[in-house]
């Protein structure tokens, strides 16, 4: 009886199981709705193959696109206080802080790297929307702080990429306070006559547009990325009216001068290292063919006569 029940039942089981399949196999594009394979995907860098959509990108995943090789070195984030308003809706602040901590395996929604794109020194401060909608609070300023002042001890260009919904409304003024430290911190870079590029990502919103976002040297945009401070639902119905077709899309703000360039994230890499080395080295990479000097009026050209 034991050889039946140890041997025999569980191949019969294994043979007419059904076969556990993960759900994470297929993304549906919130644009035109078709399932893609999760790894065609990701080797599209998360670029919809049918329509284009651009979906949004953990920002590890942005620093490995953009640097060198993949390969850059994160650095350790200044230590803030956790919950300094001890906020609390429907769970704590803290509660909400370690989900979202467990969920991306980051410690706050920013990541601050510093490596080469094109062979240049660069520092990028990229934020992860999935952590709380990448939210500016305490620890995302003290990020931009970090790495502005990283820029300026290296001598590189800093490049920073939003993905925000604006400041975290459970560190209330703290949060807001952010604003004008990071305008600071964006100052203080460019006194150093050092670069400064803002790459913007869907969606760029609230405060973080309202502060450093919107004062790069160089403004680059993602396609269809949504930049702007109040959301198109809340300016409708205050000024009563209808807003235009593509209104806070990145393709209306190239049209009304916002930005600079909008580019396609498989061509942002070499963009970037085309833009570096325009503002970092000027000088010509060929050789310089001189000109020939002007004949003067009623001087006989040289060479053969015709």
Not at 68 to 81: S, V, W, Y
Not at 96 to 112: C, F, M, N, Q
Not at 125 to 132: H, L, S
């Amino acid at each position: 009886m034991n050889w039946l029940t140890n041997f025999i039942r569980p191949k019969i089981k294994a043979l007419v199981r059904k076969t556990d399949v993960p759900e994470n196999l297929w993304d549906k594009c919130p644009s035109c709705t078709k399932m893609i394979f999760h790894r065609d995907l990701e080797a599209n860098q998360r670029v919809c193959p049918h329509c284009g959509h651009h979906l949004r990108l953990k920002a590890k995943r942005r620093l490995e696109l953009l640097f060198d090789d993949g390969t850059f070195t994160c650095i350790e984030l200044p230590k803030t206080a956790t919950d300094p308003l001890r906020f609390r809706d429907q769970k704590k602040y803290s509660d909400r802080l370690k989900d979202a901590r467990d969920k991306t395996g980051e410690s706050d929604a920013i990541v601050v790297a510093h490596g080469t794109i094109g062979r240049l020194p660069v520092v990028i401060a990229a934020f992860d929307f999935d952590f709380m909608g990448g939210s500016m609070g305490i620890a995302v300023g003290e990020g931009l702080v970090a790495a502005a002042k990283l820029a300026t001890l290296q001598q590189a260009t800093l490049i920073a990429i939003p993905s925000s919904g604006g400041a975290r409304m459970q560190e209330g003024i703290l949060s807001l306070m952010q604003l004008p430290r990071t305008v600071i911190a964006a100052e203080q870079v460019k006194e150093a006559g050092l670069p400064f590029i803002v790459i913007l990502a869907d969606p760029t919103t609230g405060g973080v547009s309202a502060s450093f976002a919107m004062l790069g040297d160089i403004a680059i945009a993602e396609p269809g990325a949504v930049i702007g401070f109040a959301g198109a639902r809340v300016i409708e119905e205050t000024i009563r009216e209808k807003l235009p077709a593509g209104f806070q899309r990145s393709e209306y703000l190239l049209e009304h001068g916002m930005v600079d360039m909008v580019v396609h994230r498989h061509q942002l890499r070499d963009t970037v290292i085309r833009t570096l080395k325009l503002i970092l080295q000027p000088t010509p990479t060929a050789e310089i063919v001189p000109l020939l000097k002007p004949v003067a009026d009623g001087a006989a050209a040289s060479g053969p006569a015709s």
